[in-house]
């Protein structure tokens, strides 16, 4: 064996998986062992990630489409016209409460599901979270048979969606541990869109599965079932955990000290929050907004699909020109995209209106994509900037660096929460949606300034990230 043979083989032992398919090393950033192992094995766990999420966010937008079909027909003095499918007669009010539960406790469940990593192990953990899905699938399917099923246990059911949401926490902190930085921008968003595309796939499929057979409403939650249950079998079977990801959770807790753990959370609301808040609200607003429950059912997936395909090319695009130029472009085209949207509702045009909202829902995914390639440069930069150049030191900013991604995206899918609140009060008190509409494109061209400020302007410490 020659030298550069014997140093090859030293440079692939990390990547053995043990017992309980446990690695005990991970250094993607060794290119010998990347090449010869680690992308192989990494690319793995990226699919078998992909599958679980996906899953997860298919069930935690499950009554997005749902309330569709129960929303009710009411005259001007709100007396009940016409009954929804089973009989049920929900109100728009009832229906964005719906919605924003999910979407809420989903949002809240991302912070221990960041920290159920490095104490149980990615594999382990995502194993677990999809049997967890069998919760809010089975409450769907039992509580919407019943139209006399009261309110407040809808409600409850609704908010156990928000299991799904959790997964993506874990699950991006997880594969993040797996790729060289070179590469992360772009298998974050691989993961990221594999998962968001969930929400496109239930808001197409459910509509169908509803139509089969004699379950009606039942079906779009017990289609879920054994999906939720194959997910945790290959994950079992496939996935692997990492050592180095099992640690304990300060790292994540030490992120939580740095200033741009918020701020970037921050940002992160009004792209993946206005991503998921869009996605869980818009075939309702077809609906409610110009009654047109057909095509919510029939179209209303498209903007979930656009704003997860979307994403992966804002992480590569963040790869190469830098996530700072490519986030303040996505917050710009959504101002705008919410302006045209504002004068479809204006001028009953349901064409500018749906056409407007697919620019924004491409921009909320090329958004997600280069705010999650920004972390990991930012924590890398606080690193070198403390002067502690040491494999320990960047082993532990590696740590800080996944567990601030679980807290950002828990942060930002609080706005998958407000929106639908939002909405509901705008049509509540004024009849129109058009001043929630108004609050989104300023809060857009705020966050597209303050992104110049912190992460592009000339002298700011972390500039191009």
Do not use: C
């Amino acid at each position: 064996m020659t030298v550069s043979d014997k140093t090859a083989v030293e440079a692939v032992e990390p990547g053995i998986i043990g017992k309980g398919r446990w690695i005990e090393r991970w250094e993607p950033e060794n290119e010998l062992f990347w090449e010869a192992r680690g992308k192989s094995i990494a690319f793995r766990n990226l699919v078998f990630s992909i599958i679980a999420e996906h899953i997860g966010f298919s069930v935690w937008l499950l009554w997005s489409i749902v309330v569709v079909r129960m929303y009710g027909t009411f005259d001007e003095s709100g007396a009940l016209v016409a009954a929804g499918a089973n009989g049920w007669a929900l109100t728009a009010s009832q229906g964005f409460t719906l919605l924003a539960v999910a979407s809420g406790v989903g949002a809240f469940l991302r912070v221990p599901y960041t920290f159920a990593v490095p104490i149980f192990g990615g594999r382990n953990w995502t194993v677990i979270s999809a049997l967890l899905l069998l919760i809010p699938t089975l409450g769907l399917a039992w509580a919407v048979q019943d139209p006399s099923t009261p309110f407040g246990v809808l409600v409850a059911i609704a908010a156990t969606a928000g299991f799904g949401g959790g997964n993506f926490a874990s699950s991006m902190s997880n594969i993040t541990f797996f790729y060289p930085d070179k590469e992360k921008g772009w298998a974050l968003g691989l993961n990221a869109a594999g998962g968001n595309i969930g929400v496109a796939v239930a808001q197409k499929l459910v509509p169908i599965v509803i139509g089969i057979g004699a379950l009606g409403l039942s079906a779009a939650g017990l289609v879920y079932v054994p999906l939720a249950v194959a997910a945790a079998i290959l994950a079992f079977l496939f996935m692997d955990n990492l050592r180095e990801a099992k640690a304990d959770p300060k790292p994540t807790a030490d992120s939580l000290r740095h200033g741009h753990t918020w701020l970037m959370a921050f940002l992160y609301i009004g792209t993946f929050g206005s991503f998921i808040g869009y996605s869980a609200a818009f075939p309702t607003l077809l609906t409610v907004v110009f009654e047109r429950a057909d095509i919510a059912l029939t179209w209303g997936f498209l903007g979930a699909l656009i704003g997860s395909l979307s994403r992966p090319y804002g992480g590569k695009l963040a790869d190469r020109i830098g996530g700072a130029v490519i986030t303040i472009g996505a917050f710009v085209v959504m101002a705008i995209a919410g302006v045209t949207a504002v004068v479809g509702v204006q001028q009953e045009s349901l064409g500018l209106f749906f056409v407007s909202f697919m620019v924004l829902f491409a921009a909320t995914g090329i958004g997600n994509g280069s705010t999650y390639r920004m972390i990991p440069s930012i924590f890398g930069r606080i690193q070198k900037a403390k002067g502690e150049d040491t494999d320990e030191s960047r082993l532990d900013f590696k740590r800080q660096a996944a567990g601030a991604v679980g807290i950002i995206s828990a942060v930002g899918a609080f706005g998958g929460f407000a929106i639908p609140f939002i909405y509901k009060i705008a049509k509540e008190q004024t009849g129109t949606i058009v001043p929630a509409l108004q609050i989104y494109v300023v809060v857009f061209l705020a966050m597209a300034v303050i992104t110049w400020v912190f992460y592009l302007r000339k002298g700011a410490q972390m500039r191009n990230v």
